[in-house]
């Protein structure tokens, strides 16, 4: 019965994302529902001692990852370097080489450290207008769209700024470059067999005579006219965050040292910091702040008139954005502390490899939640000290515990209820019935790099 309350309360929560519902109010509901059923005195300390003080944490660590992102992405989009980014991208890999460019383009800007979201709405209507003109049917743009800025940039790629690569680093006191090699090899294999899949679709499309489509929604208006800044430029704040999360990374442990202590007159006792659980914090806080003082000082004439609305546009983003995953942490406490969840974690434990056992752990939490940093926060806040602790015993080093870790949040994550699949399809005027299929099958390429991944490790012993 346990087991039961468990997952109708994942359910519940997975069905309120799906039918488009507020995941800050119904995660919740629907983890305080779980201990009523469970034990219903435990309601209100559980609300007030588990789900708060988890979200409140969450918040405390990864909002101002979130707001300097939005803020990032804001900027680069109002100074126009996304359009000059995406423009030149076009022009040197080609148009007959539409896929090719979308997911070269969002890579590139997801890399960077803008936000899923922001990419979606920056490169749709240039993705559009290069389709048309290629006569590639429009339904197949998501499927690109996601392999470009949902896959190997957001957690497998070395370095990458995006949340689902940090989170990991503040439970194994890693870094965002863990298990560089691994990484790598994670994104060639999304990439290759991503982009096979993807041309393949496209040759079938076409060799049936399927053009862009008609009577589409959300088309955008073709821009005529206005000068883009030189794409050097426009690349150029993507490549000081890159180079500065690199460089902080290493440098912020020697400025410190281990720990850091810090006394003010007005405080009773000094603040105690241990510098490994947040340097990767820090590092990409460093970074997009750089970033977003290149982009003023380079493009201030383009940003500066909207710069007020923009920033508040990407304040709000950022603020839904930390707080639905903040919730779905919190519910995932909750859903912890509950018997029927030892169930399942028992389950998942008995899988007698540690690095399999996290990556089917985290991918099916993932899952269910509809978030790759909602299920691997929910999966590392429950079983992070297991997953320590059969990694050391099997002498696997905690950078590969992380790569895979943070690859397996990006596998099943991107179901029919995904926040980041439900924009995407509402951007580009498309529905799930026409489109998921390409994003689903990018799902599956995802997951299976994660496999391939832990069998390259065991196979070479490479990091």
Request: hydrophobic share 55%.
């Amino acid at each position: 019965m346990s087991f039961l309350i468990v997952l109708a309360a994942l359910a519940f929560l997975m069905f309120a994302a799906y039918r488009g519902y507020s995941v800050i109010l119904f995660a919740p509901i629907a983890a305080l529902g779980a201990v009523l059923l469970t034990e219903p005195s435990a309601v209100a300390p559980v609300f007030s001692g588990i789900f708060m003080e988890k979200m409140v944490g969450f918040i405390k660590l990864y909002f101002p990852v979130f707001l300097l992102g939005a803020v990032f992405g804001k900027v680069v989009e109002l100074s126009g370097f996304s359009e000059s980014i995406v423009a030149a991208a076009i022009r040197y890999i080609g148009r007959s080489r539409a896929n090719a460019v979308i997911v070269a383009v969002c890579a590139l800007l997801t890399y960077g450290g803008v936000s899923l979201f922001v990419v979606v709405f920056a490169v749709y209507p240039f993705a559009a207008e290069l389709y048309r003109q290629s006569n590639i049917p429009k339904r197949l743009m998501p499927g690109a769209i996601a392999l470009g800025a949902f896959s190997f940039t957001m957690d497998s790629l070395p370095g990458t700024p995006q949340i689902q690569n940090i989170i990991p680093t503040t439970f194994f006191k890693t870094t965002s470059w863990a298990a560089p090699i691994l990484g790598v090899a994670g994104s060639l294999f999304i990439i290759v067999v991503g982009l096979s899949y993807l041309e393949w679709r496209r040759r079938t499309a076409m060799a049936r005579g399927e053009g862009y489509g008609t009577n589409l929604l959300n088309e955008p208006q073709h821009r005529e006219g206005g000068k883009l800044p030189p794409p050097l430029l426009a690349l150029l704040p993507l490549v000081v965050v890159g180079v500065a999360n690199f460089w902080l990374t290493r440098m912020i442990p020697l400025w410190y040292g281990a720990s850091s202590s810090v006394s003010l007159p007005g405080l009773p006792h000094p603040v105690e910091t241990k510098i490994a659980s947040v340097t990767a914090i820090w590092a990409v806080e460093g970074a997009l702040l750089l970033g977003i003082v290149v982009v003023l000082v380079t493009a201030f004439g383009a940003v500066r008139t909207r710069f007020a609305d923009g920033t508040k546009a990407a304040v709000g983003g950022a603020l839904l954005a930390s707080l639905n995953t903040a919730s779905e942490y919190g519910f995932g406490g909750v859903i912890a502390a509950l018997p029927g969840f030892l169930v399942v974690s028992d389950a998942l434990r008995s899988i007698p490899n540690p690095l399999v056992n996290a990556a089917v752990s985290v991918s099916t939490l993932a899952g269910i939640t509809g978030s790759a940093s909602g299920g691997m926060s929910i999966a590392l806040a429950a079983m992070s000290d297991s997953f320590i602790q059969g990694a050391q015993a099997a002498h696997i080093p905690l950078e590969v515990l992380h790569r895979v870790v943070s690859m397996a949040s990006g596998g099943m994550d991107t179901l029919p209820h995904n926040g980041a699949v439900i924009t995407l399809l509402a951007v580009t005027g498309l529905t799930h019935r026409e489109s998921y299929r390409d994003i689903f099958a990018v799902t599956v390429i995802k997951t299976l790099a994660v496999f391939f991944v832990i069998t390259v490790y065991y196979t070479t012993g490479l990091v």
